[in-house]
């Protein structure tokens, strides 16, 4: 099984700051890797798909992209609204698998 | 645009079965190459992928749970399933359905809210 690393854990960030989060997988997954937000008590929901593309109606302050098997996860000027968790999640290999979630705080 | 909503019982008795429904609405291309998914999270916890069923019929699952579940799709009806065998507490989470198309794109993709699920006696 591919092992997403996903980190930090949490982070503790101010409205305005830029903030990065990071996920590692295991061994290569190409492009095949999304990025979720899931608010307290709400489903989650896709932020970007393969590494870099912006899921329809997301701000364009959030972005991602790759370096090998590194995926970062970018929000360029954090807002209210993004105080949650994220989750990234690879579809290259079965099982499917999520990182283990970073809290930003 | 796609709509998923997942139905079923709230409340499970360990050793019994769970089964869950996702009724696909608002889409009428639901015959393509997608993969209907199946997510879960326990209380406090991560989201852990279940499987899904590709478009073809074949099914691919979490080598954790592959000896107790079972998804299926009738699309003639508009909806997938769940079933898990002989849960226990273990099993209890917010159960997700989800459709995503063998070529990624943002229309292709789409989550149901959830259902939570308890199994207790």
């Known amino acids: 099984d591919i092992q997403m690393t996903q980190s930090p854990s949490s982070l503790s960030a101010s409205v305005g700051d830029r903030v990065t989060i990071t996920c590692r997988a295991s061994q290569g997954i190409r492009n095949d890797l999304s990025w979720y937000q899931q608010r307290p008590g709400k489903a989650p929901q896709r932020l970007i798909y393969?590494?870099?593309s912006l899921q329809s109606g997301v701000p364009s302050r959030f972005s991602g992209s790759r370096s090998g098997t590194d995926f970062t996860l970018t929000i360029s000027s954090l807002q209210p609204e993004d105080f949650a968790t994220y989750y990234c999640?690879?579809?290259?290999?079965?099982?499917?698998?999520f990182g283990q979630g970073t809290k930003v705080e | 645009q796609v709509q998923l909503q997942e139905s079923g019982p709230g409340l499970v008795k360990p050793s019994e079965t769970l089964s869950l429904t996702c009724t696909v609405s608002g889409d009428s291309a639901i015959f393509g190459t997608y993969y209907w998914s199946w997510i879960r999270q326990p209380p406090g916890k991560g989201l852990e992928w279940i499987g899904y069923?590709?478009?073809?019929?074949?099914?691919k699952y979490n080598p954790s749970l592959k000896s107790r579940v079972t998804i299926s799709v009738n699309m003639s009806k508009k909806y997938f399933s769940l079933r898990l065998t002989s849960v226990t507490a273990a099993d209890t989470a917010v159960y997700y359905c989800?459709?995503?198309?063998?070529?990624?794109?943002?229309?292709?993709?789409?989550w149901g809210q959830g259902t939570l699920v308890t199994v207790s006696s």
């Open positions: 999640l690879q579809r290259n290999s079965d099982p499917w698998t």
């Open positions: 989800a459709r995503d198309g063998f070529f990624d794109s943002s229309v292709t993709h789409s």
């Open positions: 069923m590709y478009y073809d019929g074949s099914t």
């Open positions: 393969a590494a870099s």
